[in-house]
Protein backbone atom coordinates (compact mmCIF):
# COMPACT_ATOMS: atom_id res chain seq x y z
CA UNK A 1 0.00 0.00 0.00
CA UNK A 2 1.40 3.35 -0.86
CA UNK A 3 1.69 5.17 2.49
CA UNK A 4 1.96 8.80 1.01
CA UNK A 5 -0.33 11.38 -1.23
CA UNK A 6 -0.14 14.98 -1.60
CA UNK A 7 -3.28 17.04 -2.04
CA UNK A 8 -4.34 20.02 -4.18
CA UNK A 9 -7.25 22.64 -4.53
CA UNK A 10 -7.91 24.49 -7.06
CA UNK A 11 -10.08 28.20 -6.81
CA UNK A 12 -11.91 26.97 -4.05
CA UNK A 13 -14.76 29.60 -3.11
CA UNK A 14 -17.30 29.18 -0.12
CA UNK A 15 -20.39 31.15 0.51
CA UNK A 16 -22.30 30.96 3.37
CA UNK A 17 -25.75 33.01 3.68
CA UNK A 18 -26.82 35.09 6.62
CA UNK A 19 -30.29 35.49 5.62
CA UNK A 20 -30.58 36.68 2.25
CA UNK A 21 -27.04 37.99 2.43
CA UNK A 22 -23.95 35.88 0.97
CA UNK A 23 -20.93 35.82 3.12
CA UNK A 24 -17.89 34.40 1.11
CA UNK A 25 -16.12 32.61 3.72
CA UNK A 26 -12.91 31.99 0.90
CA UNK A 27 -12.90 32.89 -2.77
CA UNK A 28 -10.25 31.57 -5.03
CA UNK A 29 -7.82 29.49 -2.73
CA UNK A 30 -5.38 27.06 -4.37
CA UNK A 31 -2.90 24.90 -2.79
CA UNK A 32 -0.43 22.27 -3.94
CA UNK A 33 0.84 19.78 -0.67
CA UNK A 34 3.75 17.43 -1.94
CA UNK A 35 3.28 14.10 -0.68
CA UNK A 36 4.71 13.80 2.90
CA UNK A 37 4.90 16.85 3.45
CA UNK A 38 4.29 19.17 6.60
CA UNK A 39 2.08 22.63 5.41
CA UNK A 40 0.72 25.30 8.17
CA UNK A 41 -2.00 27.34 7.60
CA UNK A 42 -2.63 31.26 9.76
CA UNK A 43 -4.16 33.98 9.55
CA UNK A 44 -6.79 35.86 11.36
CA UNK A 45 -9.54 34.68 13.19
CA UNK A 46 -12.52 34.02 10.58
CA UNK A 47 -10.73 34.48 7.79
CA UNK A 48 -11.77 30.05 6.44
CA UNK A 49 -8.95 28.43 7.72
CA UNK A 50 -10.99 25.65 9.33
CA UNK A 51 -13.41 25.67 6.43
CA UNK A 52 -10.71 25.10 3.99
CA UNK A 53 -9.80 22.34 6.33
CA UNK A 54 -13.23 20.92 6.07
CA UNK A 55 -13.81 21.43 2.54
CA UNK A 56 -10.55 19.75 1.97
CA UNK A 57 -11.17 16.84 4.23
CA UNK A 58 -14.62 16.26 2.84
CA UNK A 59 -16.92 17.56 6.05
CA UNK A 60 -17.65 20.73 4.18
CA UNK A 61 -19.36 21.45 0.49
CA UNK A 62 -17.32 23.56 -1.58
CA UNK A 63 -19.38 26.08 -3.79
CA UNK A 64 -17.23 26.23 -6.39
CA UNK A 65 -13.70 24.69 -7.68
CA UNK A 66 -11.87 21.50 -6.71
CA UNK A 67 -10.16 19.53 -4.74
CA UNK A 68 -7.69 16.31 -5.49
CA UNK A 69 -6.22 13.81 -3.81
CA UNK A 70 -2.80 12.00 -4.81
CA UNK A 71 -3.04 8.50 -6.38
CA UNK A 72 -2.71 6.07 -3.61
CA UNK A 73 -3.38 1.91 -4.08
CA UNK A 74 -6.16 1.85 -1.35
CA UNK A 75 -8.18 4.75 -1.03
CA UNK A 76 -8.24 5.72 2.61
CA UNK A 77 -9.99 8.48 4.10
CA UNK A 78 -7.90 11.85 5.69
CA UNK A 79 -7.69 12.09 9.16
CA UNK A 80 -8.85 14.70 11.27
CA UNK A 81 -7.60 15.96 14.39
CA UNK A 82 -9.66 18.61 16.25
CA UNK A 83 -8.85 20.78 18.71
CA UNK A 84 -11.02 19.65 21.31
CA UNK A 85 -9.36 16.09 21.27
CA UNK A 86 -12.82 14.31 19.37
CA UNK A 87 -12.74 10.82 21.83
CA UNK A 88 -15.40 9.44 22.24
CA UNK A 89 -16.12 9.76 26.10
CA UNK A 90 -17.64 6.63 26.57
CA UNK A 91 -15.17 4.50 25.06
CA UNK A 92 -11.83 3.36 26.68
CA UNK A 93 -8.21 4.86 24.81
CA UNK A 94 -7.70 1.56 23.40
CA UNK A 95 -11.27 1.46 21.78
CA UNK A 96 -10.67 5.28 20.94
CA UNK A 97 -7.91 4.59 19.03
CA UNK A 98 -9.12 1.48 17.34
CA UNK A 99 -12.09 3.33 15.72
CA UNK A 100 -11.49 4.31 12.72
CA UNK A 101 -9.85 1.12 12.20
CA UNK A 102 -13.08 -0.77 12.84
CA UNK A 103 -14.91 1.81 10.63
CA UNK A 104 -12.67 0.49 7.64
CA UNK A 105 -13.10 -3.21 8.45
CA UNK A 106 -9.93 -4.13 9.38
CA UNK A 107 -10.00 -7.70 11.22
CA UNK A 108 -9.23 -7.86 14.85
CA UNK A 109 -6.47 -9.55 15.11
CA UNK A 110 -4.94 -6.95 13.11
CA UNK A 111 -6.80 -3.72 14.34
CA UNK A 112 -5.76 -4.68 18.01
CA UNK A 113 -1.79 -5.36 17.13
CA UNK A 114 -2.01 -1.46 15.07
CA UNK A 115 -3.82 -0.49 17.98
CA UNK A 116 -1.43 -1.34 20.92
CA UNK A 117 1.59 -0.35 18.61
CA UNK A 118 0.13 3.24 18.31
CA UNK A 119 -1.12 3.46 21.95
CA UNK A 120 2.83 2.14 22.89
CA UNK A 121 3.95 4.78 20.63
CA UNK A 122 1.91 7.94 22.62
CA UNK A 123 3.12 6.71 25.97
CA UNK A 124 -0.43 5.23 27.06
CA UNK A 125 -0.08 1.85 26.92
CA UNK A 126 -0.25 1.72 30.94
CA UNK A 127 -3.55 3.61 30.20
CA UNK A 128 -5.28 1.53 27.30
CA UNK A 129 -8.21 0.50 30.06
CA UNK A 130 -8.51 4.19 31.13
CA UNK A 131 -12.02 6.56 29.88
CA UNK A 132 -10.76 10.16 29.04
CA UNK A 133 -12.28 11.66 31.80
CA UNK A 134 -9.54 9.98 33.51
CA UNK A 135 -6.94 11.13 31.47
CA UNK A 136 -5.53 15.09 31.31
CA UNK A 137 -6.02 17.13 28.34
CA UNK A 138 -2.50 16.47 27.14
CA UNK A 139 -3.28 12.25 27.38
CA UNK A 140 -6.29 12.88 25.67
CA UNK A 141 -4.81 14.70 22.61
CA UNK A 142 -1.95 12.05 22.51
CA UNK A 143 -5.48 9.33 22.13
CA UNK A 144 -6.37 11.52 19.41
CA UNK A 145 -3.23 11.72 17.30
CA UNK A 146 -2.31 8.04 18.19
CA UNK A 147 -6.02 7.59 16.13
CA UNK A 148 -5.46 9.36 13.54
CA UNK A 149 -1.94 8.35 12.63
CA UNK A 150 -3.70 4.05 13.05
CA UNK A 151 -5.87 4.58 10.46
CA UNK A 152 -2.82 4.61 8.15
CA UNK A 153 -4.18 7.31 6.20
CA UNK A 154 -1.70 8.96 4.13
CA UNK A 155 -3.43 12.23 4.74
CA UNK A 156 -3.93 14.32 8.18
CA UNK A 157 -5.79 17.28 8.46
CA UNK A 158 -5.53 19.01 11.64
CA UNK A 159 -7.15 21.82 13.30
CA UNK A 160 -5.71 23.48 16.06
CA UNK A 161 -4.72 19.90 17.49
CA UNK A 162 -2.36 21.69 20.45
CA UNK A 163 -4.92 25.31 20.93
CA UNK A 164 -6.45 23.45 24.04
CA UNK A 165 -3.64 22.59 26.00
CA UNK A 166 -1.26 24.66 28.58
CA UNK A 167 1.86 26.47 27.25
CA UNK A 168 4.40 23.46 29.03
CA UNK A 169 2.19 20.32 27.51
CA UNK A 170 2.04 22.14 24.65
CA UNK A 171 5.27 22.05 23.74
CA UNK A 172 5.57 18.41 24.87
CA UNK A 173 3.25 17.64 22.79
CA UNK A 174 4.84 19.60 19.58
CA UNK A 175 8.09 17.90 20.17
CA UNK A 176 6.23 14.16 20.45
CA UNK A 177 4.37 15.31 16.64
CA UNK A 178 7.56 16.28 15.00
CA UNK A 179 8.75 12.93 16.26
CA UNK A 180 5.64 10.94 14.72
CA UNK A 181 5.67 12.56 11.91
CA UNK A 182 9.35 12.30 11.13
CA UNK A 183 8.55 8.29 11.34
CA UNK A 184 6.11 8.04 8.92
CA UNK A 185 6.27 11.22 6.57
CA UNK A 186 2.00 11.88 6.12
CA UNK A 187 0.90 14.42 4.07
CA UNK A 188 -0.25 17.07 7.09
CA UNK A 189 -2.34 20.08 6.55
CA UNK A 190 -2.52 21.81 9.93
CA UNK A 191 -4.44 24.78 10.97
CA UNK A 192 -2.10 26.72 13.76
CA UNK A 193 -2.95 30.47 14.88
CA UNK A 194 0.35 30.00 16.41
CA UNK A 195 3.19 31.76 14.68
CA UNK A 196 6.20 29.45 16.45
CA UNK A 197 4.22 26.44 16.64
CA UNK A 198 3.80 26.58 12.32
CA UNK A 199 7.48 27.51 12.06
CA UNK A 200 8.79 24.76 14.24
CA UNK A 201 6.67 21.89 12.50
CA UNK A 202 6.09 23.39 8.89
CA UNK A 203 7.90 22.68 5.45
CA UNK A 204 5.55 25.41 4.22
CA UNK A 205 3.28 28.50 5.88
CA UNK A 206 0.33 29.84 4.34
CA UNK A 207 -0.84 32.82 5.46
CA UNK A 208 -4.53 33.52 4.74
CA UNK A 209 -5.61 37.17 4.53
CA UNK A 210 -9.04 38.30 6.37
CA UNK A 211 -12.20 36.90 5.25
CA UNK A 212 -12.73 36.34 2.23
CA UNK A 213 -9.81 33.69 3.00
CA UNK A 214 -7.70 33.93 0.30
CA UNK A 215 -3.52 32.74 0.20
CA UNK A 216 -1.00 35.82 0.15
CA UNK A 217 1.55 34.20 1.07
CA UNK A 218 3.30 31.02 1.05
CA UNK A 219 6.22 30.68 2.69
CA UNK A 220 9.17 28.14 2.89
CA UNK A 221 10.51 27.53 6.42
CA UNK A 222 14.27 27.27 6.07
CA UNK A 223 15.93 25.38 9.28
CA UNK A 224 16.65 21.37 8.22
CA UNK A 225 14.82 18.55 10.32
CA UNK A 226 15.02 16.69 12.64
CA UNK A 227 13.84 19.91 14.42
CA UNK A 228 13.55 20.44 18.23
CA UNK A 229 12.08 23.16 20.01
CA UNK A 230 15.44 25.12 20.30
CA UNK A 231 15.33 25.93 17.50
CA UNK A 232 13.46 28.99 18.83
CA UNK A 233 16.31 30.75 20.09
CA UNK A 234 17.78 31.05 16.86
CA UNK A 235 18.21 34.27 15.18
CA UNK A 236 16.86 33.58 12.15
CA UNK A 237 13.18 31.90 13.35
CA UNK A 238 13.11 35.34 15.14
CA UNK A 239 13.41 37.07 12.08
CA UNK A 240 11.23 34.69 10.31
CA UNK A 241 8.32 35.12 13.46
CA UNK A 242 8.52 39.00 13.10
CA UNK A 243 8.22 38.56 9.08
CA UNK A 244 4.90 36.41 9.54
CA UNK A 245 3.69 38.79 12.21
CA UNK A 246 3.97 41.45 10.00
CA UNK A 247 2.53 39.99 7.23
CA UNK A 248 -0.73 39.27 9.63
CA UNK A 249 -1.16 42.08 11.96
CA UNK A 250 -3.06 44.90 9.75
CA UNK A 251 -5.75 41.76 8.92
CA UNK A 252 -5.72 40.45 12.70
CA UNK A 253 -5.87 43.99 14.24
CA UNK A 254 -9.07 44.30 11.47
CA UNK A 255 -10.76 41.02 12.44
CA UNK A 256 -10.79 42.10 16.03
CA UNK A 257 -12.07 45.15 15.29
CA UNK A 258 -15.48 43.82 13.23
CA UNK A 259 -15.64 40.96 15.91
Given at each position: ?202 DRILVMSARPGRIVHDITVPFPRPRTVGIERDPGFVELRHR ?16
Amino acid sequence: MTTTAGLEAHGVSKVFFSGSDPVWALEDVSLDLAPGSFTCIVGPSGCGKSTLLRIVGGLEPLTSGEVRRGRTEERIPEAFVFQEHGVFPWMTVLDNVAFGLRMSGVPSAERLARTRDWIARVGLSAFEGHYPHQLSGGMRQRVAIARAFATGSPVLLMDEPLGALDAQTRQLMQEELLTLWESERKTVLMVTHDIEEAILLGDRILVMSARPGRIVHDITVPFPRPRTVGIERDPGFVELRHRIWSLLKDDVRASEETA
